[in-house]
């Protein structure tokens, strides 16, 4: 069992920045992968960046340049980094893990996101 955290969601305005982050707890040895996913009203949940155990990222078209995914392993943490923040980013994001073997998902409770002026 892997239990996700996320904290460092608010209220910001356009064009300024906020950093998420997700503390992994338990089972974190069997993670392959991680992720943040975010999901606005009406809208389907969507991928906003990947990041795998060995390092490899990937991103939405519509976060690159803008979004940064890392990780501290010595804290378990996974951030997410975004700067230049759009309204159209508005959203709860949430913390995503992919078990190695099993492909088993594990997600977060979510933390809002909420770009307005």
């Known amino acids: 069992q892997v239990q996700l955290v996320e904290s460092g969601g608010g209220l910001v305005q356009p064009g300024g920045s906020l950093r998420l982050s997700c503390a992994a707890s338990g089972s974190i040895f069997s993670i392959n992968a991680m992720g943040w996913y975010r999901q606005a009203p009406g809208k389907q949940r969507e991928l906003v960046a990947g990041?795998?155990?060995?390092?490899?990222?990937n991103y939405a078209d519509s976060v690159k340049g803008r979004f940064t995914i890392s990780r501290d392993n010595a804290k378990n943490t996974v951030y997410l980094q975004m700067n230049s923040l759009k309204p159209e980013d508005t959203a709860v994001y949430y913390c995503?893990?992919?078990?190695?073997?099993?492909?088993?998902?594990?997600w977060g409770q979510g933390t809002q996101v909420a770009v307005s002026s």
């Open positions: 995503q893990a992919t078990e190695r073997f099993t492909r088993r998902s594990y």
């Open positions: 990041l795998t155990s060995g390092g490899s990222t």
